[in-house]
């Protein structure tokens, strides 16, 4: 196991205000990662500033941390004015820079000091003080492993946050990410008064009706390539104005292909504004998604990874990505599954 650095502890310690920011299109373990740390700072007596891009999903509303994001660029400059620009930004979860968003510049211009906190096998290298551990199940369980180091005992609310940040980034403890170590953090974490099955209900539990909808028009696109290896799915915008379901919606929906006996890789291809497609790819161990991504000039992990295409049609994307899949799973040819 990597230790901290002790840069990383040492100018926490020697510094009072803080900024949080994560990646774009936060997931439960950015968010829980961001306010879990949130807590842990103020724990400590420290000032601290969420940033986030756009609101919350409403997937993540449940979270108590939501009061802190705040997407106001002028209220966090002045939050930075305020503190004589002796600020610290901290990135969580965030395995290139420019998934932190279209503040990016802005956001590590703020200070001559970003701490990085990631877990991310694809991670290009920013900040000046630098903490990754792609072995790690995800960041929830890195900001765990500070808040020892800095000797903060966690209340209830930041062990909420960094138990939702584990049981999103590791599928619920089934991915091959989840360590004996991660479990051992987990059970400290209802040691500390988190309910298990309270969480996986607000995780899981809280489709809505257009949601579900959106999920019947998203699993009717499935198709079966290289003898059943591969499963793709499609989402177009069409389908999201026909369900009424939002964008952020379609968190998860990945898992069902991915469910197959067969399938080693699943593909979601997801038609965004302007000519953007987003491609969302899973694997089961065998096939090291992170390469396949990064050949997209994407990144992500060994299991979960993804990258963005402008000016082409999800047809196009879908036969891109199966070439190089059916390569790398040694299939030469890609048919469709009779
Ligand atoms: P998702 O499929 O849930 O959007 O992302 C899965 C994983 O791939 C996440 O860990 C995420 O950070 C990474 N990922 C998704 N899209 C991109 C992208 O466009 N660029 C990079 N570098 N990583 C991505
Ligand atoms: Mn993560």
């Known amino acids: 196991m990597r230790r901290i650095p002790e840069t990383i502890t040492r100018s926490i310690y020697d510094t009072d205000h803080f900024v949080l920011v994560t990646h774009i299109h936060p997931d439960g373990d950015a968010l829980g990662s961001m306010f879990g740390l949130a807590d842990i700072l103020e724990c400590l007596g420290k000032k601290v500033f969420c940033f986030v891009e756009e609101p919350v999903s409403q997937l993540y509303a449940f979270l108590p941390g939501c009061v802190r994001a705040n997407t106001d660029l002028e209220a966090l400059h002045t939050f930075v004015r305020d503190a004589g620009g002796k600020v610290i930004v ?34 290009k290298e920013y900040g000046e003080h630098r903490w990754v551990e ?9 900001v765990y492993e500070l808040a020892m180091a800095l000797g903060v005992e966690l209340t209830y609310t930041s062990a909420f946050h960094l138990y939702v940040a584990i049981c999103t980034d590791t599928g619920s403890f089934r991915y091959d990410s989840t360590h004996a170590r ?14 298990p099955a309270e969480i996986s209900s607000k995780i899981y539990d809280n489709f809505t009706v257009a949601r579900l909808k959106l999920l019947q028009l998203v699993l009717a696109t499935m198709t079966l390539y290289a003898s059943d290896q591969i499963a793709c799915i499609h989402v177009t915008r069409h389908m999201f104005t026909e369900s ?12 069902y292909p991915r469910s197959l006996q067969t399938v080693k890789v699943a593909v979601f291809i997801k038609e965004g504004q302007e000519g953007q497609v987003a491609v969302s790819l899973r694997a089961k161990g065998e096939c090291d998604v992170a390469e396949v991504a990064k050949l997209f000039n994407g990144g992500g992990h060994r299991n979960a990874a993804g990258f963005r295409f402008a000016g082409r049609n999800i047809d196009q994307v879908r036969g891109e990505v199966l070439d190089v899949l059916c390569k790398v799973l040694g299939n030469t040819q890609c048919g469709v599954a009779g």
């Open 134 to 142: 792609p072995t790690r199940s995800s960041t929830g369980e890195m």
């Open 90 to 123: 901290i990135a969580l979860d965030s395995g290139d820079d420019n998934r932190l968003g279209r503040h990016k510049d802005d956001l590590l211009a703020l200070t001559p000091c970003c701490i990085v906190i990631d877990h991310h096998k694809a991670h």
């Open 182 to 195: 991660t479990l051992r953090i987990a059970s400290e974490l209802v040691e500390a008064g988190v309910n």
């Open 244 to 255: 009424g379901a939002a964008p952020q919606d379609i968190e998860g929906f990945i898992d």
